[in-house]
């Protein structure tokens, strides 16, 4: 049984613990409130977009964007979003987790050649493969302290020069796709080269049970063309990222809520131990006074 002592320094200690994850939650809480409203309101929009390119490029053949060309994947790199902060359970280890079995199993040629390369956004992913040795190019961290679609952007033009100059084949880009609060789901999509629409399976359906939609183009489709390609190439990774944002403050919060009641049983098994262990010392001491009253008795 350990001593009265120990056991009151635990409870101490617990009960600081738990103070701290409970305000952690809270905070998580309110970031999560509002890292939320940013992606339900960005998806309709970026939805919306690839409906109106879907559109617009259906009666254009083929294009001459640069972002559309489909080459051998001889050169790859793929955008990780990971967090800057852990103690959010699962989020940071799932991302390198499906980044390491992306590369092992779909890009190991590229990477045994070394022509495999990494962009962090978020600093737990960043430290993950700089330290061992992955050619990691850039590390943008600092997004997330200000996050807003210029910062991005930044980000985004960069990658499309770079894949425009040929140093990159595709893109890719693996993230946590925001469900709920208790929910994310990892997913990895690819940005470039830009996929046709007809191939997404949802704007596919949808294409084929709506009636064509008229617009009133100016200058031309192939201008319309042009200039949407690259928006919603930036719109893609924006959300992406917004995604990534919401789904670390979901998974922060549950995993504080789940911390905080992990202390609570604890402080209850900790407390149940103490009065034990002070019963045991008061019947001690008890037995101790009696059979030294009895001794003096006998002398």
Known sequence: MANLKEVRNRITSVSSTQQITKAMKMVSAAKLKRATNAILQLRPYANKLRDILADVSASVEGSNSPFTVDREP????????????????????????????????????????????????????????????????????????????????????????????????RVEVIYNQFKNAAVQELTAEQILPLLPVEENKQHTHKAKIEAEVDYIIEPSKEKIIEELIPKAIKIQLYKAILDSNASEHGARMTAMDKATENAGDLLKSLKLSYNQARQAAITTELTEIVSGAAALSNG
């Open 74 to 169: 001889n050169k790859v790199l793929i955008v990780v979003v990971s967090s800057n902060r852990g103690l959010a359970g699962a989020f940071n280890a799932n991302v390198i987790k499906a980044t390491n079995n992306l590369i092992f199993n779909k890009y190991a040629e590229q990477h045994a050649k070394g022509n495999l390369s990494i962009i962090g956004i978020g600093k737990k992913g960043y430290d993950f493969f700089s330290k061992r040795n992955f050619n990691v190019v850039a590390n943008h961290s600092d997004l997330f302290s200000d996050l807003n679609f210029g910062s991005v952007s930044v980000v985004t033009e960069f990658i499309m020069e770079q894949f425009k100059e040929g140093n990159f084949d």
